[in-house]
């Protein structure tokens, strides 16, 4: 299985007021194409400053971080976002759609942003709303979903352009169990389905019971790690 | 790139109270510039057409020297075949007049004073000048008045004199002579500036050529043009024509040289004006833009993340900035058009301040003037360093961070 993910030496510090915070202290993270995994720990424990790394939204002090091969520290910030745009989709805990675009304008964006012309970006978002459970809610507006709903979308919108890995911070921390269960559901078959990566950040027991390989931080290190079949 | 122009028009009415208060901001300030700029005009207008009507016309053909030496010794001889040539270059609906224009001393029992005594003849003058519309009291020249004179009302009450009344003009004849004769008061006029009234005294043509001792010759020959840009092109084929002769050609430009500078001064306080009422409107337009910007925090955070250039968000919230510009900038320009209009049937009467309105060279009545460039000034001005005011929250919107941004509440 190859590697899609590779974090090297990654070490990470914040400045809080006066005193400097260790958030990453030597991590090493290889992840396999495919996978189905957590990043989980308690707050502050640093899992999501190592996802908004792996999805270059954020920079590492020191260390080597690959994906797909590519070196982050060889791209400008231009080409970071060309990367983020092709390669790598977000589920954010809040959705963070778009408040005054409808569902399928949201999930449409993204092949805007792409340059993909407008009759194949409708058909391709009409399809992957109908895929994800939301077919006949392609005109409502974030306001008029419920969290799920919601939640589903900005799966779609990870999605839609393809990328070879999905990286979801705590995308259930807002939505009850039954959707949540739902909603990991949904992401595991678009995993199976579309070969597509999937690494969460989480401290809901759900999602580590779903993940494939269970990554506990504590502290920015990497204290334990698990690996099952689901 | 649709779907961004849709998502920058949806944006801009995601808080309505707070587009409102910054197109209202960009109305006024547009209105202002349109209404105010055409007050502007109107008043240059008025002072141009007052220059023109008193006497100047667009162009004027004077002997050699006479603009030097305003007499007798200077005049245009052979005026029917110097007329016919003039009128064959002028274009149509343009009319001129033939005049003797020299200085003279008008004096009565009690009074006397110099004075410029104009010689007309009273059917083309009423179309170059403002005498033949200005008869406030008795009667306008005919053309077979022979001892007929008629005065301003200033001067009539510095003379103390009225209608019926003798008037004795005297000047120098072309033998080198003090002329004199007795003349009839037969109408008084009102003019725009009291300057007017108090320095011209009209007779006919033939009257001050007897007088003077001129047989056919005039002093001047005032040519009005349908249009006041007509005046270069039609002076410049004259001058061609009279190439030679000891004629001069000016244009009211020429005549007028204050006027001339008034005119570059007032197109420089419209411009001024315009940009200080854009300074005004560009801190409301940065204040509200950069409230937008920090309000949509996250979400300029979530584009970059999605992989969003900077660029991009740039040009979203410039889009933004070009449609609220736009819409205040043609409602502002309607609401200007209107009031000018509206202004424009009757005028803005300013005869309560008529003394200072008239040091200042200006119309009793002000109608405002919308001119094109003006509009077109006022709009680009505004959308031009609207657009430029704009780059500073669109910059600081695009330099965060992703992190950094969607940390923002």
């Known amino acids: 299985m190859t590697t899609i993910v590779a974090c090297r030496n990654v070490n990470k510090t914040y400045q809080q007021g006066k005193v400097m915070v260790n958030a990453l202290e030597d991590i090493n993270l290889e992840v396999a194409t495919g996978s189905f995994m957590a990043l989980a720990g308690p ?19 020191s260390g080597d971080i690959r994906v797909n091969g590519q070196a982050y520290a060889e791209l400008s910030s231009a080409r970071m976002a060309e990367l983020r745009l092709h390669k790598i989709g977000f589920v954010f805990q809040a959705y963070n759609l778009i408040p005054v675009l409808s569902a399928i304008e949201n999930v449409e964006y993204v092949m ?28 409502r507006r974030p306001t008029e979903l419920s969290g799920g709903q919601q939640q589903r979308v900005a799966v779609a919108r990870a999605i839609v352009s393809d990328p070879s890995i999905v990286l979801a911070d705590e995308p259930t921390a807002n939505l009850d ?54 | 790139m649709s779907m961004g122009f849709h998502l920058a028009w949806r944006n801009i009415w995601r808080n309505p109270r707070r587009t409102a208060v910054i197109l209202t901001a960009v109305v006024i300030g547009v209105w202002s510039m349109v209404f105010l700029g055409a007050l502007m005009r109107g008043i240059v207008q008025g002072m141009i057409q007052n220059g023109i009507k008193t006497l100047t016309g667009h162009v004027q053909i004077h002997p050699a020297g006479y603009l030097q030496d305003p007499s007798v010794n200077h005049r245009i001889q052979g005026i029917a075949r110097i007329k016919s040539m003039v009128a064959s270059e002028l274009p149509v609906r343009s009319s001129l007049s033939c005049r003797v224009r020299v200085n003279a001393v008008a004096s009565n029992a009690r009074h006397n004073g110099g004075v410029t005594l104009v010689g007309i003849d009273p059917q083309d003058e009423a179309k170059v000048s403002f005498i033949g519309s200005s008869i406030v009291e008795g009667r306008y020249l005919k053309p077979d008045d022979g001892d007929a004179i008629v005065i301003g009302r200033a001067l009539a009450d510095r003379f103390e004199t009225r209608l019926g009344r003798k008037l004795i003009l005297m000047a120098q004849d072309t033998g080198g002579e003090i002329a004199s004769r007795a003349f009839r008061i037969r109408g008084i006029f009102h003019a725009e500036m009291e300057a007017t009234e108090k320095n011209f005294v009209f007779v006919t043509r033939s009257a001050a050529q007897k007088m003077l001792g001129m047989d056919d010759a005039v002093s001047e020959i005032a040519i009005v043009l349908p249009a006041h840009d007509q005046a270069a092109a039609v002076a410049r084929r004259l001058q061609q024509r009279f190439a030679g002769q000891d004629l001069v050609v000016t244009t009211w430009r020429q005549a007028l040289p204050l006027l001339t500078s008034y005119l570059e001064l007032y197109d420089s306080f419209i411009m001024i004006w315009f940009v200080v009422v854009f300074v005004a409107m560009g801190f409301g337009i940065v204040n509200t833009t950069l409230m937008a910007v920090f309000e949509r925090m996250r979400e300029f955070g979530l584009l970059k993340a999605l992989g969003m250039r900077p660029c991009r968000i740039v040009w979203g919230i410039l889009t933004e900035s070009f449609y609220i510009l736009v819409c205040g900038m043609l409602l502002g320009d309607l609401l200007g058009l209107v009031s000018s209009w509206g202004f424009a049937i009757k005028g803005i009467d300013l005869s309560a301040l008529a003394q200072g309105v008239e040091y200042a060279g200006m119309s009793r ?19 031009v360093l609207g657009l430029l005011v704009s780059f500073y929250p669109a910059i600081r919107a695009a330099r965060f961070t992703p992190v950094e941004a969607m940390r923002q509440t």
């Open chain 1, 43 to 61: 707050s502050g424990s640093g899992k999501t400053t190592l996802l908004n790394i792996i999805g270059g939204l954020d920079l590492a002090d």
């Open chain 2, 365 to 383: 009545i002000i109608i405002p003037v919308v001119e094109a460039r003006d509009l077109l000034n006022a709009n680009l001005v505004v959308l």
């Open chain 1, 112 to 139: 805007l942003l792409q340059g993909v012309d407008s009759a194949q970006r409708r058909r391709k978002a009409m399809q992957i709303l109908d895929e994800v459970g939301l077919d006949g809610k392609y005109d």
């Open chain 1, 177 to 230: 169990s039954k959707t949540g269960e739902s909603l990991l559901q949904l992401m595991l078959r678009m995993n199976r389905q579309r070969q597509v990566t999937f690494i969460f950040s989480t401290h809901d027991n759900m999602v580590m019971a779903y993940a494939q390989r269970l990554v506990i931080l504590k502290d920015g290190r990497i204290a334990d790690e698990q690996t099952k079949t689901v």
